[in-house]
T-cell receptor, first 112, second 111 residues
Framework: DVKVTQSSRYLVKRTGEKVFLECVQD?????MFWYRQDPGLGLRLIYF???????EKGDIPEGYSVSREKKERFSLILESASTNQTSMYLC???????????FGPGTRLTVT | ELKVEQNPLFLSMQEGKNYTIYCNYS?????LYWYRQDPGKSLESLFV?????AVKQEGRLMASLDTKARLSTLHITAAVHDLSATYFC???????????FGRGTQLTVWP
């Protein structure tokens, strides 16, 4: 079974803090993704990576950066957290066969 | 941009009834995916539809794809409470394989 894990299920941070969200997959997938999910807005793509050290902006990259130093790990960084970044963050990795994306359990981030 | 529209966004149905969720998309692209999300949980893959005319079934759920009409449907047969969840469809474009998601259909099945 594909396993995608995220470093925290719940996280509370203060405005202005630097926040790291980590995602690890164990299936040697090349492509990994970060989404945020907000009520009424569905899933929105923040960044994705199609190889180590390669990244592409998604639809809402402002206020975020990413890092992919190893194939299995994709990190999302909030450089200076703001209250409007309070959200559920979902990581996914993609198999090359069917193109299906497998999602991690999510991190519910609250910025106060 | 590949737009994906689902309807209805909210669906309340009685156990034992049938209903269909519709997923329309704006431009041609390959592959259509259906996901399920339980409250407070992550997304779980239900179906991958790879080509025109594809039909997949799992229990009381059946998904189909009509690429000419740019439409996928998720049909629910004889609904049960356990099917209560939010269902998302998503389309893929080639290359890195990013998905474009619909806004989701929140399904509630009541006795």
């Amino acid at each position: 079974d594909v396993k995608v894990t995220q470093s925290s299920r719940y996280l509370v941070k203060r405005t202005g803090e630097k926040v790291f969200l980590e995602c690890v997959q164990d299936m040697d997938h090349e492509n990994m993704f970060w989404y945020r999910q907000d009520p009424g807005l569905g899933l929105r793509l923040i960044y994705f990576s199609y190889d180590v050290k390669m990244k592409e902006k998604g639809d809402i990259p402002e206020g975020y950066s990413v890092s992919r130093e190893k194939k299995e790990r994709f990190s999302l960084i909030l450089e200076s957290a703001s209250t409007n970044q309070t959200s559920m963050y979902l990581c996914a990795s993609r198999t090359t066969g069917s193109g299906e994306q497998y999602f991690g359990p999510g991190t519910r981030l609250t910025v106060t | 941009e590949l737009k994906v529209e689902q309807n209805p966004l909210f669906l309340s149905m009685q156990e034992g009834k049938n209903y269909t969720i519709y997923c329309n998309y704006s431009t041609t692209s390959d592959r259509l995916y259906w996901y399920r999300q339980d409250p407070g949980k992550s997304l779980e893959s239900l179906f991958v539809l790879l080509s025109n005319g594809a039909v997949k079934q799992e229990g009381r759920l059946m998904a189909s794809l009509d690429t000419k009409a740019r439409l996928s449907t998720l049909h629910i047969t004889a609904a049960v409470h356990d099917l209560s969840a939010t269902y998302f469809c998503a389309r893929r474009i080639a290359g890195p394989g990013r998905l474009y998601f619909g806004r989701g259909t929140q399904l509630t099945v009541w006795p």
